[in-house]
């Protein structure tokens, strides 16, 4: 009895602070006011274009699904095999049952058709070029459903002083969260891309910057070297957007550089990870 009164007493908790976020969201300046007091006027974004995602009546589930770390790697096998693909060439990160409840469940909900003949399959709609503007949405719904934030992705500024998109930009009360997204594994990230993310850093200065990976490995051999020697190379004409020193492990793959810069992944939870770089910066002080 004692655990369910337990039960009760967090969920309501919960939903009381969802509640009182809600309305000071209400009490704030929308996102798109507090960017254009910086300079930043939004040119696009959430954009429709490459997101693999079901009609609105099947979201909720499908962002359940999303959830699960071997379902993300599993949509990932499928745009990579678009056109044409049987289980066995899905199956690397789960078991056969499991990818084939997978490919029933996208079938039901209308992404994949199979084909005649042999247990093949193919993405209705294509092509779809990668996963990572559907893991920005499905970010941007975490952001959205589980932090109470207003939350925008794929973002473009009419701006010309630094290039490319933003990921994903969120309110956090009255700050603002910029968050580089990231669908490949280590290996496959390079130092320029480290200097990027610190450019839109420095150049939008979130309250909170997260470079997020969507991944299992280890962050500490290969991201937070590159991140290391990122901040020692910056000079008076590339500089930080703040003074910044060393950067330190928060928890297993977690990390943070003076609680303003974050380096996460998707160990564990990516909910439960989100939720300790927001309680290391509104503890900062």
């Known amino acids: 009895m004692g655990g369910t009164e337990e039960q009760g007493e967090t969920l309501s908790l919960k939903e009381e602070i969802g509640r009182l976020r809600r309305k000071l969201s209400e009490l704030t300046p929308p996102l798109a006011a507090l960017l254009r007091r910086r300079g930043f006027t939004i040119y696009k974004k959430d954009p429709p274009d490459d997101l693999l995602i079901p009609g609105e009546q099947f979201i909720d589930d499908y962002y359940s699904a999303l959830r699960k770390y071997s379902f993300r790697l599993f949509l990932r096998d499928v745009i990579k095999h678009q056109d044409l693909f049987a289980a066995k060439d899905v199956t690397r990160y789960a078991t056969h049952g499991v990818t084939m409840d997978y490919i ?76 580089e997204v990231k669908s490949s594994p280590p290996k496959q990230i390079y130092p320029s891309e480290i200097a990027a993310f610190f450019d839109r850093v420095s150049d939008l200065l979130p309250e909170v910057a997260i470079f997020f990976m969507d991944t299992e490995l280890r962050m500490k051999d290969k991201i937070v070297p590159m991140f290391e020697d990122e901040i020692r190379s910056r000079t008076a004409d590339r500089p930080l957007p703040f003074p910044l020193g060393e950067v330190e492990r928060i928890e297993k793959e977690l990390f943070h550089v003076d609680k303003k810069i974050f380096i996460i992944n998707a160990k564990d939870s990516i909910v439960h990870n989100i939720e300790c770089v927001l309680r290391w910066y509104f503890r900062r002080t």
């Open 104 to 179: 029933g469940y996208l079938a039901d909900i209308g992404l994949v058709e199979k084909m005649p003949g042999d247990e093949v399959y193919r993405l209705k709609d294509r092509p779809v070029r990668s996963f990572g503007p559907t893991l920005e949405w499905f970010l941007s719904e975490t952001l959205r459903r589980e932090f109470i934030m207003e939350t925008i992705w794929g973002v473009k500024f009419r701006r010309p002083v630094i290039g490319g998109d933003y990921d994903l930009i969120g309110k956090v009360d009255g700050s603002i969260l910029y968050m």
